[in-house]
């Protein structure tokens, strides 16, 4: 089995939302990035991959196997850090580290002691003093020292500071060196995904836009920029959404439609999503 996560056909209804048919595949031995607005169905993905939720439909696979299938020795091979610490607040590391020690048999208690030195993590201060960058740490180590081959975050570095955001990012590209670890992270700051990410899955109102890898999304689209009189001329089976002023128009285009000797600048992934956002306006 080559992929540590395959979603196929999704679809969880609630009276004020739908997950439609999402589909998404990560290769092992890849960081792949789950973006989109606050509500667009991040979360409910999440919890049915791990099976929090029931669905009402489709099939949720980690490492070829649904969670309810898996064994105990199975599932300590998965990884979750959510946006917030969920150990008890007066314990200090050291006593998460004994705690971990009676849930996992395979715990690493040399890494995770090797971690938490190596990321500046007080020995004998407990959870609650903590900063969150500190707490956010501390559930990252705990994640991947219980054999985890895949992790999975959801807004994990949302209310870091920059500092504390890159020294995380550093983390998961470190745990995907081996090729075999992966990482599947949502995420609303774009550039952190940017930086890190080797496949990007955009979701918009519970609809899956997009799910390619990262270089092949900045190769397929970019910004045009032209007069409102030559945009008029533009296919627009090639634009996405624009921009428009008085005088002239920025577009997101797909390159391949577009012909003619026109500005195209190249499109980050942050450009990609802002646009797409407000498609076709």
Known sequence: MNNAIEIKNLCKNYPSFSLKDVNITLPKGYIMGYVGANGAGKSTTIASLLGLIK????????????????????????????????????????????????????????????????????????????????????????AMCHGAKLLVLDEATSGLDPVVRNEILDILLDFVQDEENSVFMSSHIISDLEKVCDYITFIKDGRIIFSA??????????????????????????????????FSTDALVHRSRIEGDYIIDKANVEDIMLYYMKEGK
Request: hydrophobic letters at 35%; glycine letters at 4%; proline letters at 2%.
């Open 55 to 142: 669905s009402d439909s489709g099939i949720c696979l980690i490492d070829g196997k649904q969670m309810s299938q898996m064994t105990k020795a199975e599932k300590s091979g998965v990884g979750v850090v959510l946006d917030e610490c969920n150990f008890p607040e007066t314990l200090t590391w050291k006593q998460v580290d004994k705690f971990m020690k009676k849930i996992y048999h395979n715990w690493d208690s040399e890494k995770f002691t090797s971690d938490c030195i190596k990321w500046n993590l007080p020995e004998k201060t407990q959870v609650f003093k903590y900063s969150k960058g500190m707490k956010m740490k501390l559930s990252i180590a705990a």
């Open 213 to 246: 890898e990262k270089e092949r999304l900045t190769e397929q689209y970019g910004i045009l920029r032209c007069s409102n009189s030559d945009f008029e001329k533009i296919d627009k089976t090639a634009v996405i959404a624009f921009n428009q002023n008085s």
